[in-house]
Antibody, heavy 122, light 113 residues
């Protein structure tokens, strides 16, 4: 079955960096666009970034532009999010999620991981 | 960015009764070239990831019980649970994927009365 497992979260000081990973299985990873979506405590989900199925197109939320980098390793079925210059308002559960259609990106999500908590605090 | 506004913020419904959640977008999400509304509904239970229930505003995801239905077009949408079950207690979110960035509503917390 489809499985997405995030890792790499933790407590980090403002201004520091963190790299999240998402290991996937149960589907042809290289055929799908993949996203990172986060949810801060008490708030609704917020889309963070997309990487297209070919890895060519990358899109970011304004809050992530210039600080976060999404990437993928299709040979290892793994999605990444490199987060630099972290701020306290980046504190959230970070989910990786699969685009719900094969091929072209839709920005809707049919499978989500369990999430990994990132806490940015001094 | 398109702003998604849900109502109510919370809702208590008796078991077996109908639950209705509304979602309004600040601009239309109907793509005229394919006549599809780029609107999804998710169910989020504590300790679990969000689950896709409905996409294209009214298409039920595989495996979702048929008591869940979505309706609406343009800027106004509704998620209806026809006969509330105990396992439906959750927070429900609408999401527009018509334009980037995709945006979510603030959520509606559904409880048992």
């Amino acid at each position: 079955q489809v499985k997405l497992v995030e890792s790499g979260g933790g407590v980090v000081q403002p201004g520091k960096s963190l790299r999240l990973s998402c290991a996937v299985s149960g589907f042809i990873f290289s055929s799908y666009g993949m996203h990172w979506v986060r949810q801060a405590p008490g708030r609704g989900p917020e889309w963070v970034a997309l990487i297209s199925f070919e890895g060519i197109d990358k899109h970011y939320a304004n809050s992530a532009k210039g600080r976060f980098t999404i990437s993928r390793d299709d040979s290892n079925n793994t999605l990444y999010l490199q987060m630099n210059s972290l701020r306290t308002d980046d504190t959230a559960v970070y989910y990786c999620a699969r685009d719900f259609l094969v091929g072209p990106n839709t920005f809707a999500f049919d499978y989500w991981g369990q999430g990994t908590l990132v806490t940015v605090s001094s | 960015d398109i702003v998604m506004t849900q109502s109510p913020d919370s809702l208590a419904v008796s078991l077996g009764e109908r639950a209705t959640i509304n979602c309004k977008s600040s601009q239309g999400v109907l793509y005229s070239s394919n006549n599809k509304n780029y609107l999804a509904w998710y169910q989020h239970k504590p300790g679990q990831p969000p689950k896709l229930l409905i996409y294209w505003a009214s298409t039920r995801e595989s495996g979702v019980p048929d008591r869940f239905s979505g309706s609406g077009s343009g800027t106004d949408f509704t998620l209806t649970i026809s006969s509330l079950q105990a396992e439906d207690v959750a927070v429900y979110y609408c999401e527009q994927y018509y334009s980037s960035p995709p945006t979510f509503g603030q959520g509606t917390k559904l409880e048992i009365k």
